[in-house]
C-alpha cells in the first residue's frame, strides 16, 4: 500500500524536474536569440555606419571635383542635387549638401577682434525683415565678441546670464554652431526656427554667394533693392547666373559698392553635408561641415565638424 504513494510523488518530481529543465532550456534559448539580435543589430549598426561614411566622401569628391570644374557655385550645379533613396546591398543611402555661404555668418559680427558696424547692420535688417526684432543682433554681438562691455540696449553679458534660473557665462567667442542661439538672450524656440534658414556659424569670415542666397539676405545686404528686384534677380541667375562680382555688380545696378567687394561673391567654400541611411532595423544619419580648399591645395576638402543626427 505504500508504493502508491512513494509513485506518485517520484512522478511529480519527475515532472517538476522536467517542467524545470524545459523552463532552463527556454530561458536559455530566449538568451541567445536576444545575443544574436543584439549581434545582428550591432553588425548592421556598424555597416550602416560605414555607407554614412562613404557617402560624406562622396559628397566631398563631388565637391572637390566641382571647383575643378568651375569658379562659380550655383543652386543648378550636381552637388546641389539631393542623392534620393540610393540602394546598396541590404542598404538605402539618401544625402544632400547645402551651401553655407547661401547663409549669413553670424561670426561675420566680430571682424579682427572688433565690431563689425556694416554686418551688425545687415543682421539687423535681416532680423526686422523676418518679423524678429532688431536688437537681437547686439545680443549675438555680445555673444561672439571676446569682451565684457555690452554692445548696445538689447545686448547681454554675463551679468545677465548669471542672474538667470540655471545661470551661465557669455561665450565671448566665434559661434560653433547655429543651435548655440538658443542660449542667447532675446531667442526662443519661434525665433530661432525664424532665423535659422537664412544664418550659420562659420570659423572663417565669408562673403554671401549671390549666386544661391535667398532674396531676403540679398536685400538685408543691399537694402536699396525693392522686394520685386531682389525676387527677379533670384529667377534670372537660375538661368544666368552671376560670372563674378563685376557681373553682379553691373546686374544689380544699385548698392555700396563696399557691399559687393565684401560681403557677396558668386561661389562658395563651406558646405553642409547630410547623410541618411536605412539597413535591416537600423537607421543612421549624419552631417558634417565641409570646408573646400582652392583647387592645387591638398586637401581638397576638410571636415570642421560631424555630429550625429539620429
Known amino acids: 500500500m505504500r508504493r502508491r504513494p512513494e509513485r506518485g510523488v517520484a ?19 530566449s538568451q541567445q536569440s536576444a545575443t544574436l539580435n543584439q549581434t545582428a543589430l550591432a553588425a548592421s549598426r556598424a555597416q550602416a555606419d560605414l555607407y554614412a561614411q562613404a557617402g560624406l566622401d562622396w559628397a566631398r569628391g563631388i565637391l572637390a571635383e566641382d571647383a575643378r570644374a568651375g569658379t562659380i557655385d550655383t543652386l543648378e550645379e550636381p552637388w546641389a542635387r539631393p542623392l534620393m533613396g540610393l540602394p546598396v546591398e541590404r542598404a538605402v543611402v539618401s544625402g544632400a549638401v547645402a551651401d553655407q ?27 526686422d ?23 548696445g540696449t538689447g545686448g547681454a553679458e554675463d551679468a545677465f546670464y548669471l542672474a538667470l534660473a540655471k545661470p551661465y557665462r557669455a561665450a565671448n567667442r566665434p559661434l560653433a554652431q ?15 526656427a525664424r532665423l535659422r534658414p537664412f544664418v ?7 562673403p554671401v554667394n549671390a549666386n544661391t542666397a535667398a532674396p531676403e539676405l540679398l536685400r538685408a545686404i543691399l537694402p536699396e533693392l525693392g522686394r520685386e528686384e531682389a525676387g527677379a534677380l533670384v529667377a534670372a541667375r537660375r538661368t544666368k547666373p552671376f560670372k563674378d562680382r563685376a557681373d553682379l555688380k553691373q546686374r544689380v545696378g544699385k548698392g555700396a559698392p563696399a ?28 552631417e558634417a561641415l565641409v570646408a573646400r580648399a582652392a583647387p592645387g591645395k591638398s586637401p581638397a576638402t576638410a571636415i570642421i565638424w560631424r555630429r550625429p543626427l539620429y
Open 178 to 192: 547655429v543651435e548655440e542661439l538658443y542660449a542667447i538672450r532675446g531667442f526662443d524656440a519661434k525665433a530661432v
Open 11 to 29: 512522478v511529480v518530481t519527475a515532472i517538476l524536474v522536467v517542467a524545470v529543465a524545459a523552463s532552463t532550456a527556454t530561458w536559455m534559448l
Open 101 to 127: 555661404q547661401s547663409r549669413f555668418n553670424l561670426n561675420n559680427l566680430v571682424k579682427e577682434g572688433r565690431r563689425s558696424d556694416a554686418d551688425v547692420q545687415i543682421l539687423g535688417r535681416l532680423l
Open 259 to 286: 557691399a559687393f567687394d565684401a560681403d557677396l561673391d558668386v561661389k562658395s567654400d563651406h558646405f553642409l553635408v547630410q547623410v541618411a541611411v536605412a539597413q535591416d532595423d537600423v537607421q543612421v544619419a549624419t
Open 200 to 206: 550659420t556659424a562659420l570659423p572663417a569670415r565669408t
Open 129 to 151: 525683415s523676418l518679423g524678429l526684432d532688431r536688437s537681437l543682433a547686439e545680443a549675438v554681438l555680445d555673444w561672439v565678441d571676446g569682451d565684457g562691455d555690452l554692445a
